[in-house]
């Protein structure tokens, strides 16, 4: 079993900056691929970057040269940092994390921290 566990959500005014950690306890984080999504209410909940175990990363395309998705293997954590933000990047933001072991996909899911933009 493994759990994740989303930190540093919270109010911003447009224009600023926020960083979401996602501490990870799950066996050999490294061989994970982990990412961060988002979801408001009503929608459907959206990729919005994602980084393999070997460091490529992938951004959506609203969030490309705001967002930054990085990892720390030796401390088991994910991080966003989110630059420039506007009013639609409020929502609830998870940390995923995602593993094939002989053909066992393992999925884990963080409960999620809020983040609302907002003068």
């Known amino acids: 079993q493994g759990q994740l566990v989303e930190s540093g959500g919270g109010l911003v005014q447009p224009g600023g900056s926020l960083r979401l950690s996602c501490a990870a306890s799950v066996s050999v984080f490294s061989l994970y691929a982990v990412g961060w999504y988002r979801q408001v209410p009503g929608k459907e909940r959206e990729l919005v970057a994602s980084i393999t175990p070997g460091g490529t990363t992938i951004y959506a395309n609203s969030v490309k040269g705001r967002f930054t998705i990085s990892r720390d293997n030796a401390k088991n954590t994910l991080y966003l940092q989110m630059n420039s933000l506007k009013p639609e990047d409020t929502a609830v933001y998870y940390c995923?994390?995602?593993?094939?072991?002989?053909?066992?996909?393992?999925?884990?899911w963080g409960q999620g921290t809020q983040v609302t933009v907002s003068s």
């Open positions: 995923n994390a995602e593993r094939v072991i002989f053909s066992t996909r393992y999925t884990y």
